[in-house]
């Protein structure tokens, strides 16, 4: 379904005001560290908007597209919430101080956003024209879902910067401290780039990086262009502040490696089954997204209630528990 110019307009326009209106309300004044209330706030209401979102969908253009959305916007959350491991190691590989974390980490997301916005619609212009893609994506989502399961319980604590960042550091003279929250600064009449910059580039693009899996999987629920990029920045717009809130909490997510690699297994056979009824082939049957919806909300529920029984009897054993930071592949 066409989704007129207006519609986009309104989209992005809306989502610019909702960050501008959370960072004036959360950045403004002194700098501060941001509480678990505030965090928890902030992640409701960014989940209530996105319900809200999805309840237009179904009533402008009906259940398959609120479903589709749902459905990526769920996915994309959860392999959101395994790229917060990453996050974590370059906060700490770069020292940033705490009161400045949150700063840090909505510029690093709206860099992927409008990286990932840039992506997404070479995607589906790609998939437009190359049918054959279908194929290369769900092997490619089968592919990681394995990687995942292999790479699980593997000590993955290093952080390596990607060629972007490397030229940033090469290109620009730093600062060797943080000067506030600024990202540049004038000393001794040169201006000089600080590791504020550096670490939102790190951010940045670190997720761009998690975007070669995620894409792909939110385009084996549905090719509406419209649809792949609202779930992609609901999904990012709240990842901010569940950064702060889970905290401790994601390291006893010990099993989210495999409830991830099991969502991304199946939305890869998905893609390889629904391009093989597209071409006709009588055995391969069409999934319907609510079958997709039911086995994501599933898969996730079952992997955080097993992780955590998992992680409290441990606690009771005096066993150390495990991190999951093997995890961040995803």
Do not use: C
């Not at 540049?184 to 997720?207: E, H, Q």
């Amino acid at each position: 379904m066409a989704v007129p110019v207006w519609a986009w307009i309104a989209v992005i326009g809306g989502l610019l005001l909702v960050i501008a209106v959370d960072l004036w309300i959360v950045d403004r004044g002194e700098a501060r560290e941001f509480t678990m209330k505030q965090a928890g706030f902030w992640v409701s209401f960014y989940v209530v908007l996105a319900i809200i979102f999805g309840v237009i969908l179904w009533l402008t253009r009906g259940g398959d597209s609120a479903g589709q959305f749902l459905a990526g916007y769920i996915t994309e959350y959860s392999l959101s919430v395994d790229n917060l491991f990453i996050f974590f190691i370059i906060m700490g590989r770069f020292a940033v101080p705490k009161i400045y974390q949150h700063r840090v980490l909505l510029v690093g997301i709206l860099m992927a956003l409008v990286m990932r916005g840039i992506f997404i619609a070479l995607g589906a212009a790609a998939l437009q024209r190359f049918s054959w893609l279908f194929y290369v994506f769900g092997a490619f989502l089968i592919y990681t879902a394995i990687n995942l399961i292999r790479q699980h319980g593997h000590d993955d604590d290093d952080f390596s910067e990607n060629a972007l960042l490397r030229w940033v550091r090469r290109a620009f003279p730093t600062t060797p401290d943080f000067v506030g929250h600024k990202v540049t600064v004038k000393i001794d009449g040169k201006r000089m780039v600080t590791p504020m910059l550096i670490v939102m580039v790190a951010i940045g693009t670190t997720d761009l990086l998690f975007a070669l899996d995620s894409i792909p999987a939110i385009f084996g629920l549905t090719q509406d262009a419209f649809i792949v990029f609202t779930a992609n920045a609901f999904a990012l717009m709240g990842l901010r502040q569940l950064y702060f809130l889970l905290g401790g909490l994601l390291q006893r997510l010990i099993y989210i490696s495999y409830g991830l690699a099991f969502i991304l297994g199946f939305i890869g056979v998905k893609l390889i089954l629904e391009a093989l009824h597209a071409s006709e082939v009588s055995w391969a049957p069409e999934v319907p997204i609510w079958v997709s919806l039911t086995v994501i909300g599933i898969t996730m529920v079952v992997t955080t209630v097993a992780s955590l029984l998992k992680s409290r009897s441990d606690a009771r054993k005096g066993k150390e528990i495990p991190t999951s930071a093997s995890a961040n592949e995803g």
